[in-house]
C-alpha cells in the first residue's frame, strides 16, 4: 500500500491520504460535497475496527491535500454507541441552509438493518444524530444520496428485494415514497449495494457492488432518462475481471469538468488504514469508463 506524504502535487489510486497533522485520513465509505470553495468528505473513522468512533470531516481546495475539520458525528448512546457499526456518511445541504447527514446504522449482526439522519447548520458539524427508521418498512443496508431541483434522494440496499430509490421528505429526515426499485437483471431477486448517481447531459448514471462480502467485484452501471425508469441493463465501467481495479464504488462525483470516481479497497484486518482508489470517470452518451492511472492531477484532468 502507497502513502503519499504531505504536500503531494497529486493522487496515487490505491493509496491513503495523509492530512495536515500527519495520520491516515479516514476517508473510508465517503461521503463527498463541494461547498464554496472547497471540498468537504466525510468518512467513517475506523480506529476501532468494525465497531463506531466518529465520522470524520475534511477539507480541502484540490482533492489531494486535506484537512482534519474534526469529528462531524461522535460516538454516544443507542444507535450511535461505540458497539454499533455506523457507516456510509452521506451529507446533503437542504434548501433551507441546514445539513442532514444519513448513514447506515447496525447492530454488530447486521440485523438493525436501517437509516440513520443526523442534523447541523454547518458541513463540519457537530451533527445532532436524530434517529432512525427502516424507510417504509424496509431492510436498508449501504445508502447513496442525489439531490436535484431541492429535492433529496436516498438509495437504499434491500437485501430482501433491491435496490430502492426513495424521494426524501422535505426535510429530508425520512423517506416519502420508493420512486423506482432496481434490480439485477441476472439475478432479478436482489440489486446492487453501495450505491451512488449522477446526472449528465440528461442522463441520470446509477452506479453500485455486487453482493460479495469482503471480496471486489466488477462493479456495474445503469441509465435511464428519468428516475423512475426503466433503466438500461446493467453493464461494467472498468476492464471486466479487473474487479473495478480492487476496489468498491462509494461515490462518483461531478469535478470542472468531467467526474471522479472513489472506491474503497477494505483491508478486513486493518480498517483504519484500507486505501481507496481515486479516478476519472467518463461520462458519455450512456457509457461509463474508468482508466487506470498510476498518478494524476485533478485541475490537470477537470480544469
Known sequence: MQTPVEGADSIQPGSVFVDDRGHIAQLHGIGLSRVADRW??????????????????YSSADLISWRFEGNALAAGDGDIAADRVVERPKVLQ??????????????????????????????????????????????????GVYQEDGVGYLL?????????????????????????????????????????????????????????????????????????GPWA????????GSATFDSQVSVVVPVGSGHL??????????????PAVWLPITLREGT????????WNPHDVFG
Open 40 to 57: 468537504y468528505a466525510w468518512g467513517e473513522d475506523k480506529a476501532a475496527g468494525g465497531t463506531f468512533t466518529a465520522v470524520a470531516c
Open 94 to 143: 437542504r434548501p433551507d441552509g441546514a445539513w442532514v447527514m444519513l448513514l447506515h446504522v447496525e447492530s454488530a449482526d447486521y440485523s438493525f438493518a436501517s437509516v440513520g439522519y443526523a442534523i447541523s447548520d454547518h458541513p463540519a458539524g457537530p451533527f445532532r444524530y436524530l434517529g432512525s427508521e427502516r424507510p417504509l418498512g424496509n431492510i436498508s443496508r449501504d445508502i
Open 156 to 228: 437504499s440496499e434491500d437485501r430482501e428485494k433491491g435496490l430502492h430509490i426513495y424521494r426524501l421528505r422535505p426535510d429530508y429526515l425520512g423517506v416519502e415514497d420508493v420512486v423506482m426499485t432496481v434490480r439485477q437483471q441476472n439475478n432479478p431477486a436482489i440489486g446492487y449495494e453501495s450505491p451512488t448517481l449522477v446526472r449528465h447531459d440528461g442522463l441520470y448514471y446509477l452506479f453500485g457492488s455486487d453482493l460479495t462480502g469482503w471480496s471486489t467485484n466488477d462493479n456495474m452501471f445503469t441509465t435511464a432518462t428519468s428516475l423512475a
Open 233 to 240: 441493463p446493467w453493464r461494467p465501467f472498468a476492464p471486466v
Open 261 to 274: 470516481y472513489v472506491g474503497d479497497r477494505w483491508l478486513r484486518d486493518s480498517l483504519d488504514e484500507s
Open 288 to 295: 461509463a469508463e474508468l482508466e487506470w492511472r498510476d498518478s
